[in-house]
């Protein structure tokens, strides 16, 4: 049972590049969520999966794109990389229909925009 | 929206002393739930504790307690008998108990952390 996995664990791209990072989980958890880490601002929620089949954006969806594969993989794209998304980046799952849930964080991808 | 503050970005502490890490928050909401998230020098996030905002017992972990005031807006973390491997940032979230129209949303609003330097 590995949890939530995310790859690559850092990358580094030049100013317009595109990537996707890749998420997955085997906890057989309905939602999924991408967060940002930033210096001095905490986590903030990019996008999220609620469930299967369905993807909301939250506080900074700007320049990403995400696609709930299927039930245990959540990616997030990058389609033309800027400095401004020099982040490391957060991949995190929950059961939501039980009440009182956590959130399960991947180890995390740093990303370095040239 | 609902924000949640850390108003200490660091504190340090001695081996084996207890320690207090301050957390409050803004909501109009009554039916919420709290945690405290541990990220060592690995990066990955770690849950300490959780609180649910319909109980009024104080969640404790070990080690590790809060103190809930909720008329105050207040969820603190104390660490008693800190060791070393307590030394990470730590992150105070607030979540919503409500789905988004019917869905699960269930997002974390987090705080921007506090530093936790253990000394031996």
């Known amino acids: 049972n590995a949890g939530v996995t995310q790859t690559p664990k850092f990358q580094v791209l030049k100013t317009g590049q595109s990537m996707t990072l890749q998420c997955a989980q085997d906890m057989n958890h309905n939602s999924m969520y991408w967060y940002r880490q930033d210096p001095g601002m905490g986590l903030r929620l990019i996008y999220y999966?609620?469930?299967?089949?369905?993807?909301d954006k939250g506080e900074v969806p700007n320049g990403y794109n995400v696609s709930r594969l299927n039930k245990r993989e959540f990616s997030l794209r990058l389609e033309s990389a800027a400095p401004s998304q020099t982040s490391v980046y957060f991949c995190a799952s929950s059961e939501a229909r039980i009440r009182g849930e956590t959130q399960y964080f991947g180890p995390g991808t740093r990303l370095l925009v040239l | 929206a609902q924000t949640v503050t850390q108003s200490q970005p660091e504190m340090s502490v001695q081996e084996a002393e207890t320690v207090t890490l301050s957390c409050t928050y803004d909501t109009s909401e009554s039916d919420y739930y709290l945690f405290w998230y541990k990220q060592p020098p690995s990066r990955q996030m770690i849950l300490v504790i959780r609180?649910?905002?319909?109980?009024?017992q104080n969640a404790t972990e070990n080690r590790f307690s809060v103190n809930f005031q909720k008329a105050a807006k207040s969820f603190s973390l104390k660490i008693s008998d800190s060791q070393l491997g307590d030394a990470a940032m730590y992150f105070c979230?607030?979540?919503?108990?409500?789905?988004?129209?019917?869905?699960?949303?269930?997002?974390?609003?987090f705080g921007k952390g506090t530093l936790l330097t253990v000394n031996p």
């Open positions: 999966s609620a469930s299967e089949g369905t993807t």
């Open positions: 609180q649910e905002a319909y109980k009024q």
């Open positions: 979230a607030y979540r919503s108990a409500r789905g988004n129209s019917g869905g699960s949303n269930y997002k974390l609003t």
